[in-house]
């Protein structure tokens, strides 16, 4: 069986983790933080992170086979998920940790994230605000933000 990574940031990431969780083909999904300063940062912390001096976004990380669903499919979970719209906050929750971005592996990655954002952007009035970046390196999170909703019997 082939398996590829997909990464992405759409706020807190115990209801991104929990979206993707749910769709068929997807093997596994981790939360943790990307996107920061990694040679400050060496193994941040959730407390760090959340002091808005790291860099990094709250990600989820998923392990996905892509005979059973494609990336596309997952970018439309990633859309589906959250509001791309607003800048460094989902709902109540402020700051860079919280953006919207799209984390690729791949150049096919990349044209097929910049594709949908050109898509999905007819839909909205606002302009999109999600980046498109290279992923860096992933940090998992401590182990209790992992599968959070499933633990607290919480659901979305």
């Not at 115990?14 to 596994?28: C, D, I, Q």
């Not at 669903?69 to 979970?77: I, M």
Request: hydrophobic share 30%.
């Amino acid at each position: 069986m082939k398996k590829e990574i997909a990464t992405f940031g759409a706020g807190c990431f115990w209801h991104v983790e929990y979206a993707f969780s749910r769709v068929k083909g997807v093997l596994s999904t981790t939360v943790g933080y990307m996107g920061g300063d990694e040679k400050k940062y060496l193994n941040p912390t959730y407390k760090e992170v959340c002091s808005d001096r790291t860099g990094h976004a709250e990600v989820v990380q998923v392990e996905f086979d892509p005979s059973k669903v494609s990336y596309g499919g997952l970018l439309q979970v990633f859309w589906n998920n959250h509001n791309p719209t607003t800048l460094n906050r989902q709902g109540f929750d402020i700051g860079t940790q919280y953006r919207s971005v799209i984390f690729y592996h791949s150049q096919q990655q990349k044209k097929a994230a910049e594709k949908s954002r050109k898509e999905v952007q007819v839909t909205y009035k606002k302009k999109i605000v999600t980046e498109i970046v290279p992923a860096g390196k992933f940090f998992k999170a401590e182990e209790h933000h992992q599968k959070y909703f499933q633990k607290h019997g919480k659901v979305c």
